[in-house]
């Protein structure tokens, strides 16, 4: 945040002395929108296009930025307003086609899969321009035909994951959580029950990807003293930094049983200075998924915090994380093979840290939360010490910002559309991904 400010001062400087230069402009305003800042980091941008009507990056960057925001009709006309500009704007197809909204017409669509055909295309748009057509079939309720475009913009990942993205290694996997489990057993919290630091104050909601986090956020940080901090990396960071500090990188479990108070203790206030500085609410929920890897170190910091995990009928997170066009990739998202393995060595995991951990897990089911929405947000307030609060039931008018694949989705009432969206697809899953996860 200090490196925020600084940058924010430079560019302040600078955008004063070249008033008209877009580019400077343009970099105050994404400073101001990591502060959170949203407000002033638009009207830059809407002035900056005043001047120059015909910027696609900034008009892009509106677009974005009003899709997080929540504005999807002021998100749409800029997805169009590029379109406008280059009929070939592939930025443009996809901020269309992702939205959630059927908002393209037939042509369109077919002018996105000529251009993903073009050997002049550069891969990673051509995954995007499949990922795209797929989820406006997908909305079209044109099931077999949207699978084809989700199976090839997989494909191309896998294709050059060499380049892009690194290649899932099960055992490797395997492996990293294998030690994890060996290290942080019951005896090593029962020696280490005085470490970490007693606060109230933190939430950490995890499960995998897809499973209803971004859902349960919005619902627990629409309650008058929740702050929803979004996917935070600072615990991955902490973690890492400790491993180093012992000559352990990139294998911090082994070096679990070298650290001793002072070291939990500084990871601890380096998390909380980090939230301190976003926010001054009493209670904050930090969604990172993947923190469930984290959950040993997380309970040493702070054995007080909260602990939400979120659970979803793998089938439909099997099927959604293979239909998703991750910002952040994770390797084992692009066939089902690599998605049911590592399905595997979470629940297996999370069976340990329900085993061994001296703290309460939460555990908040997507398809019962839909099913019966009031009786269990109720729940889960009362799980969380936290009184009644109406605005959790109409968690999709609170405000903020939402940078997840759920953009669009947290930002309409609770509704089954999700719900075993698998059998919309059943034919074209592995029979051992669906017969391995019975409901």
Known sequence: MGNLENA???????NKINKNDPQISANLSSVYYAQGLYTKAIKILEDIVELHPNNKFVILTLGIYFSEIGEKQKSLYHFKKLLELDENNIDGYYGLASSGTICLTEKQIERMIQLAESPSILLRDKMKLNFGVGYQLDLQKNYD???????????????????LYNKYDCLKQEELFKEIKS?????????????????DRL????????????????????HRNVFGAGEREEISKAVNNLAANYGKKDQYAKCASLLDKRAIREAAEFYLESLTRTTNSLFVCDKMP?????????????????????????????????????????????????????????????NHWKKVLPMDIIETGYEELIDDFENNVRILLDSLNLPWDDSCLEFYKSEGVVQTASKWQVREPINSGSVSK???????????LISAYPK
């Open 422 to 432: 698998w059998k919309k697809y059943e034919k074209h899953l592995p029979s051992e």
């Open 290 to 350: 993947l923190n469930f890897i984290h959950l040993g170190f997380i309970y040493l910091m702070f054995p007080n915090a909260k602990v939400i995990h979120c659970k979803r009928d793998f089938r439909d997170i099997a099927l959604s994380c293979y239909f998703q066009n991750f910002s952040h990739p994770y390797p084992w998202s692009y066939n089902f093979s690599d998605i049911q393995h590592y399905l595997s060595v979470y629940s297996d995991l999370m």
């Open 183 to 199: 290290n942080f057993t019951e005896g090593f919290f029962r020696d280490r029950e005085d470490y970490g630091l007693i606060t």
């Open 8 to 14: 924010r001062r430079s560019f302040f400087k600078a």
């Open 203 to 222: 939430i950490f909601i995890i499960g995998m990807p897809r499973s209803g986090t971004s859902l349960i956020e919005k619902i627990v940080s629409s």
């Open 145 to 163: 035909r949207a699978f084809s475009f989700f199976k090839k913009a997989n494909e191309l990942v896998r294709e050059d994951n060499t380049k």
